[in-house]
């Protein structure tokens, strides 16, 4: 393995651990400081967030450590040495009623 390969095996490692993290702090935004923060620097006002129930909402952690916010996934981008990038994922089938 070269150098550049280690160096980036070490940063997806790294941004693995880092994940289930930052989505408990999200989560937990009502109580965490710095999430908090973060929701602000994003332009949200976190004392205007409204969580809804079950049915174009809920906020759950996946099994393999994404944020899923309703019908909408996120997750870190892979295939970059960059820990800081994520993806929004969803499946535009999703968007609508059966």
């Known amino acids: 393995m070269t150098k550049a390969q280690q160096l980036g095996s070490m940063t997806a490692k790294g941004g ?3 994940e ?9 935004y009502h109580q965490d400081k710095e999430a908090q923060i973060w929701l602000s ?11 809804l129930t079950a049915t ?15 019908r909408i996934t996120m997750q870190r981008k892979g295939g970059t040495p960059d820990p800081t990038s994520l993806q929004f994922k969803m499946n535009p089938l999703e968007l609508f009623d059966a």
């Open 16 to 18: 693995f651990l880092n």
């Open 20 to 28: 289930a993290d930052i989505c408990n702090k999200f989560l937990n």
């Open 56 to 70: 174009q909402g809920e906020v759950l952690l996946s099994p393999r450590g994404s944020l899923k916010i309703g």
């Open 41 to 51: 620097i994003m332009g949200y006002n976190s004392k205007k967030i409204i969580l």
